[in-house]
């Protein structure tokens, strides 16, 4: 056990190295020398991850410790390509993106000494559905909500501003485990057979039809496309957790995307980004201001001069692409780190992916199941999303690439999120203890075999006692 504790701890301090010859090589192209305020949160967060490896090593014996050391490299590297893009623009987003780590890291700490035993948020699962609707639309409420960008997604708290949709995808997974592993057996029988397909049942389509009504009040409300999509996705995923039915993935494929092109039609500012998606380099749709491409080209053109290697950290020209700390930190990553820059981040992002999917394979609880699966597939999710709205696969969304953009919300929410992947791992790779049934059958299995032994040296001594008797006579 000592030996594994070493190997997982040398995995975060590998981590640790590598964060600190990022922040080197760009504070030193930029600005000379690395700043004292920034040297001191760096060392203040490099001292909580430590302190939550060992909570962790305590509490959680059996958990993958893979999943903090990706974690914090996304983290580190995001971070420093923040404060790369801070010294163009003369402002200190990373400064406070810094902070939020700390207290991101601090819940985490506090999340795994409260909750050893992650079954107990079943016994809160319409509790969740309510605090989970409740903060997703908490913007709606007058006073309370406010608009950036076109979109009333967020809420003033003193200080700033706070997005609860990140919030509200942890509680309304674990109302979707909850209700999904209560009501597995209704949903998996099958209805009618059409071309080979197992449809579900009418009846059975309750839940679907309500979260789809659902998704599509946060598409044309809050005009808020990503999130729509994302809760939707998680759903239907779960879904086919739950039940094993393929039939639940076309169903909700089929219906998101009548939902989505009929709001494309009748809704300028969805209708605006599928525009700006298929004709990018249109002058009319370049010069728009609002709803326009020259976000996404001049994204394309701040990858396709990174090329391979990339124009080195603090050498490029982020900073010229809008929201390039946030919304479109991938292409600020592929400008100054290039094409195995943005492959290595994809490689830490499917590294955890594939963890918290072997942790949902392995565990035997059928909630942790569902949980860890849905989880994590909002994670690969919004990486997909992101990525491929970048690089021009699908229409951009407006997510964020977790623990590397800027912003408190999505950065907290994603920690939380990973912490309670950890959670699960413990459970799932902990070894199975020795039941009393198991006990009495090993027992009797001996029993029987100390049996047949005894049998047969009977039957070996009778003949030995037959044949010296047939040669004495």
Not at 133 to 139: E, F, I, K, M, Y
Not at 200 to 211: F, H
Not at 213 to 241: P, R
Not at 326 to 355: K, N, P
Request: net charge positive; proline share 3%.
């Amino acid at each position: 056990m000592i030996a594994l504790r070493l190997r997982q701890l040398s995995l975060l301090l590998f981590s640790f190295l590598i964060c600190g010859i990022v922040f080197f090589q760009m504070f030193r192209r930029t600005t000379g020398k690395i700043p004292t305020q920034y040297l001191s949160l760096l060392v203040l967060a490099a001292s909580l991850s430590l302190v939550f490896w060992a909570l962790a090593a305590h509490f959680l014996p059996y958990a993958s410790q893979v999943i903090q050391a990706c974690v914090v490299l996304l983290t580190g590297i995001g971070t420093a390509m923040i404060a790369r893009i801070d010294y163009e623009n003369d402002t200190s987003v990373a400064l406070r993106q810094l902070v939020f780590v700390c207290i991101a890291i601090v819940l985490c700490c506090v999340l795994i000494v409260t909750l050893r035993d992650y079954r107990l948020l079943r016994r809160f699962s319409y509790v969740s559905m309510v605090v989970g609707l409740a903060l997703l639309l908490s913007p709606m409420v007058p006073g309370l909500g406010v608009e950036e960008n076109g979109s009333p997604i967020w809420i003033r708290v003193p200080g700033g501003t706070v997005q609860p949709s990140e919030f509200a995808k942890l509680f309304l997974a674990f109302f979707f485990a909850a209700y999904l592993f209560d009501h597995r057996d209704q949903l998996a029988v099958g209805g009618k057979k059409v071309l080979k397909l197992q449809l579900p049942r009418v009846k059975d389509l309750g839940p679907i039809i309500i979260v789809w009504f659902a998704s599509m009040g946060v598409l044309v409300i809050q005009h808020d496309l990503g999130t729509s999509l994302m809760f939707f996705a998680m759903f239907v995923a779960m879904l086919y957790v739950a039940t094993g039915r393929v039939s639940w993935i076309i169903i909700g494929f089929l219906a998101f995307a009548v939902g989505a092109v009929l709001a494309s039609m009748i809704f300028s500012h969805v209708g605006a980004r599928v525009e700006a998606w298929l004709h990018p380099f249109d002058q009319t749709l370049y010069d728009r201001q609002y709803g326009g491409s020259y976000q996404i080209v001049t994204g394309l053109f701040g990858l396709a001069s990174g090329g391979l290697f990339g124009t080195g950290l603090g050498q490029g020209h982020p900073n010229l692409t809008p929201y390039a700390n946030s919304d479109y930190i991938y292409a600020s990553i592929g400008e100054e780190l290039g094409l195995m820059g943005c492959f290595g981040v994809l490689l830490l992002y499917i590294i955890i992916i594939a963890s918290g999917f072997i942790t949902a394979m392995k565990i035997k609880d059928g909630f942790g199941k569902l949980l860890a699966s849905g989880l994590v597939f909002t994670m690969a999710f919004q990486v997909f999303t992101v990525v491929g709205g970048i690089t021009l696969v699908i229409p951009l969304t407006g997510l964020t690439l977790p623990f590397m953009a800027a912003g408190g919300s999505s950065l907290i929410a994603n920690y939380l999120l990973a912490t309670l992947l950890i959670i699960i791992s413990n459970a799932a790779n902990k070894p199975v203890p020795e039941t009393v049934s198991d006990t009495f059958q090993h027992e009797a299995l001996a029993v029987l075999r100390d049996h047949e032994l005894k049998e047969r040296e009977a039957e070996r001594a009778a003949s030995t006692a037959r044949a010296v008797k047939g040669g004495a006579q």
